[in-house]
Every structure is written in structure tokens, then in C-alpha cells.
């Protein structure tokens, strides 16, 4: 089984962490978008949209973050990362939707800005297009902060694969400057994220 990541990557990031929690044996493979990797005649067989992570195994290829989530929780059910009952497998599956559509959207003008730019090159971060991101931060984060009060993991009393998913965008909380101060569930639940031994493993980027 082999993994093309390309960290720092909350996508990257998510399905390592989970790869790690489960101990999987699973290769990681490092695609650089700094050089090109990602247009490799090699990678579009495996994935035409030239983006990671992919999922190669037996044969079988897999591509998008969360698909690939699902599919390494399948492997290891006696974890417990998957529910077991349908509206456990619906609330699991509703913040996944809710990562792709709101979350990652709502973290990406910070993440793209403060530290992908630094990453890839391409010069100094866009204090205009930060602050017009703010908003939807904003809004998008004081869901999140309501939905965990009361809460350990994002569905209840259990870490599922939705806390990995939603918590992937956190690894760049510091790097990428959110403005999470007045969302302290956030904070307290990705401390406990954090301290996982899986997600310990990972290297953070640093703060700019």
C-alpha cells in the first residue's frame, strides 16, 4: 500500500495522521509541487487531476482526501474510527461534507496567504485577500466552536475519521495566523487532536 503525499497539506496531512493512529502499513510517497511532481506522466495515470494525496493499493487507486479517509478506516474496524450504526456513519459523513465545502474553504485564504505562498515561492502574503477571507472564517468557526461544546470529538464521546478530516486544517493554525481567540472549544479539541500519538509524529510548519 503507498501514499502520495505532499506535506505541510491538510489533505496530506489527514491521511498520514489517520495511516499513523491505525498503524497501517502503508508507504509514504512525497510528491513536490516545487519541481513539477505532480504533472509526472506517472502520477496523472494515477490521478488525472493532478492532486494528492492518492491511495495505491493492490491495484486499486483512490483519490480525494476523504474517500481515501474512509477507505483506511475500513481496514482496521475494530478501531472504532467508522460507526458502527447508520446515523453515526450519517453525523461522520456530514462533517466531512462540512469540511470540504465550508471549513477548507473558509481556513484556505490563511493557509494559501502564509504559508503555501512561502512554500512554493511565490512571494509575500495578500493582506487584502486574508481580510476578505475573514469573514467566512469567522463565520464557519463559531459553528464549529457551538458544535463542540458538550462535546470530546466532534460526534460525541468518540474520535471518528471526521476529526481528522476537520481537524487536518488546524496543523496550519499557527503557521497561517487564525484568528481562533474567541473559539476556545476549537482550541481544546484540537489539543486533544494534537496530542494523539499518530498526529504527534507529524512534522507542523513553523510560524512565519
Known sequence: MKLYVTPPSPRAFKAMALRNHLGLDCELCYIDFTKGDQHRPDFVALNPNERMPVLEHDGYVLWESNAILRYLASLKPESGV???????????????????????????P????????KFL?????????????EPEFH??????????????????????????????????????????????????WYDALASLPGWKELPLPAAA
Open 121 to 133: 515561492g511565490l512571494g509575500a502574503p495578500d493582506a487584502a485577500a486574508i481580510a476578505k477571507g
Open 82 to 108: 467508522w460507526p458502527a450504526d447508520a446515523k453515526g456513519q450519517a453525523d461522520v459523513i456530514r462533517w466531512m461534507s462540512w469540511e470540504g465545502a465550508h471549513w477548507a474553504p473558509a481556513c484556505a
Open 110 to 117: 490563511f493557509a494559501f496567504e502564509r504559508v503555501a505562498k
Open 139 to 188: 463565520k464557519f468557526a463559531n459553528v464549529l466552536n457551538l458544535s463542540l461544546k458538550g462535546r470530546k470529538w466532534l460526534t460525541g464521546n468518540d474520535l471518528t475519521i471526521a476529526d481528522f478530516s476537520v481537524g487536518s486544517w488546524m496543523t496550519l493554525a499557527q503557521a497561517a495566523q487564525y484568528p481562533l481567540a474567541n473559539y476556545p472549544e476549537i482550541t481544546r
